[in-house]
């Protein structure tokens, strides 16, 4: 299918979007990865309020998400590249995840699939991560962007958190909108997603995400 901008926001209208949304955005994005929260926790985590139920390594999570996505929306205007993508990471996985920020040199194992990526190289993902930046559709290049970086798992972990915050660097730069799972659709994307881990084929999950995933507010005439 032809994938096209859903949404035409300037820039500015999109960080006020994601501002607008952040907790639900983090909220779903934890929920992604298994981090049982609900939405009032991750409010009330996201704002400082403590949560009994919820445990350290959960905290940690949900505050990293926040400072991840302060750090996209404080660099939007960077061209992405692999550190910028390096530096995601870090601050995704700071004091939860070994090594977060530099390039996986151990084997992984992926959840639902035998299916086990290639331990990455670094010049090869630069090469591949420029070869996406020229692509001309900015909602197809952050799509491609998210997806690329998924399954090639260049960290040792918080590699679907992410690849989703690379890929909304693009968007919301370009006033493309937010990629964002809905938790109705959780189910279906993670079968999705162990599909194009084991085909490498990402036309059916970016069409996937393209039509059920894509968040925005419909600005007109500036305002």
């Known amino acids: 299918m032809e994938i096209y901008n859903k949404y035409n926001m300037t820039t500015e209208q999109n960080i006020f979007t994601a501002k607008r949304n952040i907790v639900d955005y983090i909220w779903k994005s934890a929920n992604l990865e298994g981090i049982a929260v609900t939405y009032p926790e991750t409010d009330a985590i996201y704002n400082g309020i403590n949560v009994p139920n919820a445990s350290v390594e959960d905290i940690v999570a949900i505050n990293n998400l926040k400072h991840a996505w302060k750090f996209v929306l404080d660099n939007i205007d960077y061209p992405i590249d692999y550190p910028f993508i390096c530096k995601i990471n870090q601050h995704v996985g700071i004091n939860l995840i070994h090594n977060a920020g530099f390039i ?4 992984v194992k992926m959840g639902g699939t035998s299916w086990t990526p290639d331990i990455p190289i670094e010049s090869q993902i630069k090469e591949e991560i420029a070869n996406i930046v020229n692509i001309k559709n900015a909602t197809d290049r952050a799509l491609t962007m998210t997806f690329y970086c998924a399954r090639k798992q260049i960290f040792l972990d918080g590699n679907k958190r992410t690849a989703m915050l ?26 999705l997603l162990v599909k194009f881990y084991e085909t490498n084929d990402m036309n059916e999950i970016k069409s996937f995400v393209f039509n059920n995933c894509i968040d925005g507010i419909p600005f007109e005439n500036g305002q």
Request: charged share 15%.
């Open 104 to 107: 996986r040199g151990l084997p």
């Open 166 to 191: 690379a890929g909304n660097q693009i968007m919301i730069a370009n006033g493309a909108g937010i990629i964002s799972v809905p938790i109705e659709h959780q189910l279906e994307f993670k079968n």
